[in-house]
């Protein structure tokens, strides 16, 4: 198994323009999330997603969108960068059920918005 | 609503030194506790993780944590620090009826030879 893989791992935009960050896992977990990691504020979550064709918002989910049509893939877009949005971001899954499982992090991607 | 209080962002300790790392948090119901490691620019590892069949819990690398109800904690120890222990260590909150994991802000260790 791959685990959790995101692409890329670095991507420099410009303020205003769009892209998309992807997420796949291949060990059949029904929860995606993804979080933006900042100096000092911890790991904060954006959006998540509890099976394919159901997602909801987290904490910090305004300037992002994100859609789940398969189990393995979670992909956030980024509508209209702006330099706030500079930032690490995380993707993590974790297996069915509603207990103390784990939930398994990608490598990340680190965003520059200039 | 659940929430994670690391105190202290870095903690600086000698080689072969105790490691303590502390963390507080607030549930409504009984919570599910964790701690991840995060290496320089890679991802968040588990270190250990609190079911509540065990209130002392073990992980890897000989980290270990203790769940005190009645004082909120979760602290992360281990006896002898190690070079390659030097990390951000997050401890995370997640309540059994739900999906989300809250991160504390994290708590930076150096570790001085």
């Known amino acids: 198994n791959a685990g959790v893989t995101q692409t890329p791992k670095f991507q420099v935009l410009k303020t205003g323009q769009s892209m998309t960050l992807q997420c796949a896992q291949d060990m059949n977990h029904e929860y995606m999330s993804w979080y933006r990691q900042d100096p000092g504020m911890g790991l904060r979550l954006i959006h998540y997603?509890?099976?394919?064709?159901?997602?909801d918002q987290g904490e910090v989910p305004n300037g992002y969108n994100v859609s789940r049509s398969t189990t393995e893939d979670f992909p956030l877009r980024l509508l209209s960068a702006a330099p706030s949005q500079t930032s690490v971001y995380f993707c993590?899954?974790?297996?069915?059920?509603?207990?103390?499982?784990?939930?398994?992090f990608g490598p990340g991607t680190r965003l520059t918005v200039l | 609503a659940q929430s994670v209080t690391q105190l202290g962002s870095h903690v600086s300790v000698s080689e072969g030194a105790l490691v303590l790392l502390r963390c507080n948090y607030s549930?409504?119901?009984?919570?599910?506790l964790f701690w991840y490691v995060q290496y320089p620019n890679q991802g968040l590892q588990l270190l250990l993780k609190y079911t509540s069949a065990a209130t002392l819990v073990k992980g890897i690398n000989g980290f270990e944590a203790e769940f005190k109800k009645s004082e909120t904690s979760f602290h992360l120890t281990k006896p002898s620090a190690h070079m390659s222990d030097a990390a951000e260590y997050f401890c995370?909150?997640?309540?059994?009826?739900?999906?989300?994991?809250?991160f504390g802000k994290g708590t930076l260790l150096t570790v001085n030879p």
């Open positions: 997603s509890v099976g394919a064709g159901i997602t």
């Open positions: 995370a909150v997640k309540e059994g009826s739900n999906y989300k994991l809250t």
């Open positions: 549930s409504s119901v009984p919570p599910y």
């Open positions: 993590a899954s974790s297996p069915p059920g509603l207990s103390a499982d784990t939930q398994y």
